[in-house]
């Protein structure tokens, strides 16, 4: 599962930062369409997800269905949402003068970004990466559809409890789990908390 989460956090990266600086700093014909389907994860069934991930997948002839890097989109698709918004407001938070100063010093628009707004926006990117992590460790219907359950392959933190439930005699052992789900997901949301208020704290300064 951290495996899963941790690359499905990689791979969704570099897109939601692309994305997210896109949507905070342009003004573009088709910007409220490519907002919306960019959030959709976020509202449908993790299983619609799932499904539409499997469907594309075949139709464009990526043969990684039921293995586990189908595990990881999953978690991606469902989690990138989270990392687009808080990117974006993370970006948002901070004033654009301060890129256009850097850049009447001599630095181009993409050195301006790197050098001035990325390290201000860190905070807020980084609680992005906390709650996308925290919702593809816990990602359960979308990876059923996409990757199903192997045991040690395919088989997720989520999807481990619910098969130990399913069979006779492993309450106990789904327990644990439950136990060491909700402590990694109170560990992250207060690192999260942690995150939003430096972040808050530093626009104040």
């Not at 992005?128 to 816990?138: D, E, T, Y």
């Not at 979308?142 to 045991?151: E, F, I, L, N, S």
């Not at 409890?161 to 207060?190: D, F, H, K």
Request: with cysteine; aromatic share 8%; net charge positive.
């Amino acid at each position: 599962s951290v495996w899963v989460a941790t690359m499905a956090l990689i791979v969704s990266f570099v897109p939601a930062l692309g994305l997210g600086w896109l949507l905070a700093r342009r003004t573009f014909r088709g910007k409220a369409l490519l907002n919306t389907l960019c959030l959709s994860p976020l509202v449908l069934p993790p299983v619609v997800t799932g499904w539409l991930l499997l469907v594309g997948m075949e139709a464009i002839g990526l043969p990684l269905a039921f293995t586990r890097w189908a595990a990881v989109i999953a978690a991606a698709a469902v989690g990138f949402p989270l990392l687009l918004i808080l990117i974006r407001s993370a970006i948002e938070a901070v004033d654009q003068r301060y890129e256009l100063m850097a850049q009447t010093l001599g630095l181009g628009r993409l050195a301006a970004f790197r050098q001035v707004t990325l390290p201000m926006a860190l905070p807020g990117i980084a609680a992005g990466c906390v709650l996308a992590f925290s919702r593809a460790l816990g990602e359960f219907g979308a990876t059923a559809m996409v990757a199903g359950d192997q045991p040690g392959e395919t088989r997720t933190l989520a999807l481990a409890v619910y098969a130990l439930v399913e069979n006779p005699g492993g309450e106990a052992e789904a327990g644990r789990l439950v136990v060491i789900s909700v402590a990694i997901t109170l560990l992250a949301l207060l690192v999260y908390e942690r995150l939003v208020w430096r972040s808050k704290r530093h626009g104040e300064v």
